[in-house]
């Protein structure tokens, strides 16, 4: 009688094997999440910054590694429009740059979703559900807290992010770059407004703007405030005057009328 065939023995996978599999498939599953988590990168913008709604369309500067039917390929991640800037503000004062397009930056990716508090700000906010109950056993009517119900549930989502302006690549930096002050220039430093170090301020430029709009005059012209100094100003001082305008080089644009 013939013996029906039997199933060969499976493999035997030892203890160390088995660890190591397990290991290796949790580790695939963080690097798929941490692919599609994301935190910041860099950005330039592809135009200017729009004044109305205050945001930029911003390309992420880095491609990204796709798999496609071909093999792996790099693309770039689409444009991100509708980004909100971030700029220094607070108090009632803010710093405001004219963004324009090409000028490079962080993109920062939020935790959460935030299209409502674009949207509202603080206003109209819904009381959440932990500030309800705790009013309630209190006893006290509940009041919002100002924060805002997420639109969507999601997380390190690409579109809630915001532009920070200022980070830069090494064919964009600075030349002549200061280390003894901090200055408001122009990029090519051909212009400094201010110049602030442990020595002063000085502030430059070929008009100074008053605060009702006018523009301030010179104090004195360059003829007289060379014979102030070589001649006014030394008699004053041999008499104990200590008053009087800076010391030649030094001075501001405004007082020698230049």
Sequence with gaps: MATAPQPSALPQLTPSQVLK????????LAKQ???????ATPAFL?????PVTQTVTAQV????????ASGPQ??????????PVVMLRGGGFVDTFP???GDEGLLV???TCFDLWWQNGQNNAPTAANVLATAKSAGLTPTPSGSQRQNEV??????DCGFVPGMWSQPSKLSSYSTTSRQIRTDDGTTTVIDVSTAGVSIKGATVTAADGGTAQALMTDTFYQYWVTNVLPFLTSKGFTGGPPPAGSETTVLKGQ
Excluded at 33 to 39: E, F, I, K, N
Excluded at 46 to 50: E, G, K, R
Excluded at 61 to 68: D, G, K, L, N, P
């Design 21 to 28: 599999a397990d290991v290796a498939q949790w580790l695939e």
């Design 33 to 39: 999440w941490s692919v599609d988590t994301r935190c």
């Design 46 to 50: 592809t135009q200017d910054m729009d």
């Design 61 to 68: 500067a880095i491609q990204e590694r796709v798999r496609t």
């Design 74 to 83: 790099w693309w770039d991640v689409p444009p991100i429009v509708m980004v």
């Design 99 to 101: 963004l324009k397009k």
């Design 109 to 111: 990716f939020c935790d």
């Design 154 to 159: 999601r997380r390190h989502y690409i579109h």
